[in-house]
């Protein structure tokens, strides 16, 4: 049985943003996601920090710079993340439901969708099940809980 460890998207991030080159989007600020992916991506990539909870954003600002655009989200359905296509995009924020909403919308803008918190019996708070057919390519990273699942209409994912 996995052990329930923070941040255990962590591995399977990593190996994402080391495998590819382009821009990356995270929705949902965290200690242990944004402060990496700031410095994974360096001076050359761009990277999106989108966020619910104003209270979080201000947690990160140090971070927003050229290249990492650290913003307050209102309105999801507002945001502004479909006219890029994104080589990876990390999907933890809130509320629950809304991460299927926003996997199915960056099904075909994003090389590796990385969700977290995927383990079967809490699916009933995310629903992921729901949006899974709509991939091509699923692999569930299940080493830690809470477990992460990486989706892709575009990359085999046999080599993660």
């Not at 402060?35 to 991506?41: A, D, F, K, S, T």
């Not at 954003?57 to 309105?75: L, M, S």
């Not at 926003?102 to 994003?110: G, I, S």
């Amino acid at each position: 049985m996995a052990k329930l460890l923070a941040g255990s998207h962590i591995p399977i991030l990593i190996k994402l943003v080391q495998m590819t080159d382009g821009p990356v989007l995270e929705l949902g600020i965290g200690y242990n996601s944004t402060p990496l992916l700031h410095w994974l991506c360096g001076a050359s990539r761009h990277l999106v920090s989108l966020e619910g909870d104003e209270k979080w954003v201000k947690k990160f600002q140090e971070y927003n710079v050229d290249r990492h655009i650290v913003k307050h989200i209102e309105d999801w359905d507002k945001a502004d993340i479909d006219n890029t296509h994104w080589s990876v995009v990390l999907i933890d924020h809130r509320p629950a439901l809304r991460r299927k909403v926003d996997a199915e919308r960056l099904k075909d803008k994003a090389d590796y969708i990385l969700i977290h918190d995927s383990e079967p019996e809490i699916n009933k708070f995310y629903r992921y099940t729901d949006i899974y057919p709509l991939f091509k390519y699923r692999h569930d990273y299940t080493a830690v809980k809470p477990n992460s699942v990486v989706l892709s209409n575009f990359k085999d994912l046999s080599n993660l």
